[in-house]
């Protein structure tokens, strides 16, 4: 039995090396026909992971002191805060209607609600492929805070908050916190912000594009 569960260990091993090897040698190619920064970044990515599937270490995870274990990585958490003139209520009707978030966060696709607490997310990932999970909130008070956490087996593990301050001299103050665990561990991580897409750069980006929108739009809508 241990016999077995070994030799199934290995193959999926043999065949994670063998996938990271056709994607590393991909991204070469494609890095030396692009110019600039993102053809050295492509072909930096690729020598990486051919490098890795060739000899089955891993030098980004060794550096950082990481097994090759994903479980390993901590988790990403950013947080950002934005002045919406607008009454803390407007604002947290605006975010509880879940089905808008994709309209303020760029990174989602869509959000589905499935029941009171439960949501599915589909979320953009890196080179063009997205990750989908299910979500439960967890802490809801109208007007002041809305709060979730991904359920167990999700792609991406992850928690939020949003908190909406009334503030003494008018408007909302909206602060997001986030926390999330990259599907591809640090190096995941690492690729995204190679590409541009930094989470708290993002973040912050989303929440200043939601200002602007929120305040020039109907609150009702």
Same mark, same amino acid.
């Given at each position: 039995?241990?016999?077995?569960?070994?030799?199934?260990?290995? #193959?999926?091993?043999?065949?994670? /090396? %063998?996938?990271?090897?056709?994607?590393?040698? *991909?991204?070469?190619?494609?890095?030396?026909?692009?110019?600039?920064?993102?053809?050295?970044? %492509?072909?930096?990515?690729?020598?990486?992971?051919?490098?890795?599937?060739?000899?089955?270490? =891993?030098?980004? %995870?060794?550096?950082?002191?990481?097994?090759?274990?994903?479980? *390993?990585? #901590?988790?990403?958490?950013?947080? &950002?805060?934005?002045?919406? @003139?607008?009454?803390?209520?407007?604002?947290? @009707?605006?975010?509880?209607?879940?089905?808008?978030? +994709?309209?303020?966060?760029?990174?989602?696709?869509?959000?589905?609600?499935? =029941?009171?607490? /439960?949501?599915?997310?589909?979320?953009?990932? +890196?080179?063009?492929? &997205?990750?989908?999970?299910?979500?439960?909130?967890?802490? =809801? #008070?109208?007007?002041? /805070?809305?709060?979730?956490?991904?359920?167990?087996?999700?792609?991406?593990?992850?928690?939020?908050?949003?908190?909406?301050?009334?503030? +003494?001299?008018?408007?909302?103050?909206? &602060?997001?916190?986030?926390?999330?665990?990259?599907?591809?561990?640090?190096?995941?991580?690492?690729?995204?912000?190679?590409?541009?897409?930094?989470?708290?750069?993002?973040?912050?980006?989303?929440?200043?594009?939601? #200002?602007?929108?929120?305040?020039?739009?109907?609150?009702?809508?």
């Amino acid at each position: 039995m241990t016999n077995n569960s070994s030799g199934e260990q290995g #193959k999926g091993m043999d065949q994670g /090396r %063998m996938v990271s090897g056709v994607a590393g040698g *991909a991204l070469v190619l494609l890095g030396l026909r692009q110019r600039g920064v993102l053809g050295l970044g %492509m072909a930096a990515v690729g020598g990486y992971l051919a490098y890795r599937a060739a000899t089955g270490n =891993d030098p980004v %995870m060794a550096a950082a002191g990481l097994s090759g274990n994903t479980a *390993a990585a #901590k988790p990403i958490f950013v947080e &950002h805060s934005v002045v919406v @003139d607008r009454s803390p209520q407007q604002v947290y @009707d605006y975010w509880r209607k879940l089905e808008n978030l +994709p309209m303020i966060m760029s990174h989602l696709e869509s959000v589905t609600v499935l =029941d009171d607490r /439960r949501s599915r997310w589909v979320a953009k990932a +890196p080179l063009g492929t &997205h990750v989908e999970w299910e979500a439960e909130i967890v802490n =809801d #008070k109208p007007g002041e /805070r809305i709060g979730w956490h991904s359920l167990p087996g999700a792609t991406v593990d992850n928690a939020g908050s949003v908190q909406f301050e009334n503030l +003494p001299s008018g408007g909302t103050r909206v &602060h997001v916190a986030l926390s999330y665990r990259p599907p591809a561990g640090a190096l995941g991580a690492a690729v995204a912000r190679l590409f541009g897409e930094e989470p708290s750069q993002q973040i912050a980006e989303d929440l200043q594009k939601f #200002k602007q929108t929120f305040e020039g739009a109907n609150p009702a809508n």
